[in-house]
């Protein structure tokens, strides 16, 4: 299942954040995840809930997904959100953004002490 592999690199990049700032709790995390990456959303944090279930370090935080919309480029100049003909030339777009999963902040709550 190609949802899990993702919720748990979500899960497992999460965990050493926290770690490496000494956190006590994670709080939200929030993951770009592209349009054209094919990842449904909800099932992603249906099993990051799970995963972080498992995780008193994680467990209870939010994962919040922000949907990235496509971004193509053609050689001859165009650029949009296209993804399979360019509307110019005809052509098949290079995917510039969209289909990547990124995890772009970590709340976390540390212990001053
Ligand atoms: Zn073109």
């Not at 000494?22 to 249906?46: C, D, H, L, W």
């Amino acid at each position: 299942m190609h949802e899990f592999g993702i919720a748990y690199d979500i899960f497992a990049t999460t965990r050493r954040a926290a770690m490496e700032h000494r956190a006590q709790q994670v709080k939200k995390v929030t993951v770009e995840i592209g349009e054209m990456s094919m990842v449904n959303p909800e099932q992603v944090i249906f099993l990051f809930d799970t995963l972080a279930e498992e995780d008193p370090l994680v467990r209870g935080a939010t994962l919040e997904t922000v949907v990235v919309a496509t971004l193509s480029r053609c050689t001859c100049g165009y650029e949009g959100d296209e993804k399979f003909v360019c509307p110019l030339c005809g052509a098949l777009p290079e995917l510039v953004r969209g289909r990547e999963i990124t995890v772009i902040n970590i709340e976390i709550e540390v212990d001053e002490e």
